[in-house]
């Protein structure tokens, strides 16, 4: 008991320093699984983007390959 009332200040800041340290880890456990969901949802759009501009992409092919069929029809 002599040690507890000795020394109860330095007990009190390891406690408060243990619970700041848990504190700390379930926030940084929550900030890791929000980058993650951040990197997933870029990476989603990216894969839209890169999917509308393929399409621009093979519209813009065909209708080449329809202009050029219909010039050798011409001739």
């Given at each position: ?27 940084l456990d ?12 870029a ?33």
């Amino acid at each position: 008991m002599n040690f507890i009332q000795e020394y109860w200040e330095q007990i009190a800041v390891i406690g408060f320093a243990i619970l700041a340290l848990i504190r700390m880890k379930f926030e940084l456990d929550s900030l890791k699984k929000d980058v993650a969901d951040l990197n997933s949802r870029a990476t989603y759009i990216d894969v839209v983007r890169l999917k509308a501009e393929m399409e621009v992409v093979n519209r813009n092919i065909t209708s080449l390959w329809d202009k050029f069929n219909s010039l050798i029809k011409k001739d």
